[in-house]
Nanobody, 114 residues
Framework: QVQFVESGGGLVQPGESLTLSCQAS????????LAWYRQAPGNQLERVAV???????NYADSVKGRFTISRADAKNTVYLQMNSLESHDAAVYYC????????WGQGTQVTVSS
């Protein structure tokens, strides 16, 4: 069973950018869909972006036009490029292929504050 390790979070000011990385413990080429999720304190887990192995992407309305998800199967890595960050983007970000079966990683904290 593949596991994921997220990295790349940090403290940024509103309007700045971050790129998150998610390293899988095994091959991801045969995983149909990989997604980034986030959870802010007191909020439910939200799926922000998903990418299929065919390159199809889908985004939550709250991040459309600002976030870009991509995958590099040769590197077993999924990325989330986040531009024009806003305070409501602050959360712990996770990646997963199947939340019903794959354990969650430790996530990476994104803080947006001036």
């Amino acid at each position: 069973q593949v596991q994921f390790v997220e990295s790349g979070g940090g403290l940024v000011q509103p309007g700045e950018s971050l790129t998150l990385s998610c390293q899988a413990s095994g091959n991801i080429f045969n995983i149909y869909a990989l997604a980034w999720y986030r959870q802010a304190p007191g909020n439910q887990l939200e799926r922000v972006a998903v990418v299929t192995n065919g390159g199809t992407t889908n985004y939550a309305d709250s991040v459309k036009g600002r976030f870009t998800i991509s995958r590099a199967d040769a590197k077993n890595t999924v990325y989330l490029q986040m531009n024009s960050l806003e305070s409501h983007d602050a959360a712990v970000y996770y990646c997963n292929d199947n939340p019903a079966a794959t354990p969650w990683g430790q996530g990476t904290q994104v803080t947006v504050s001036s």
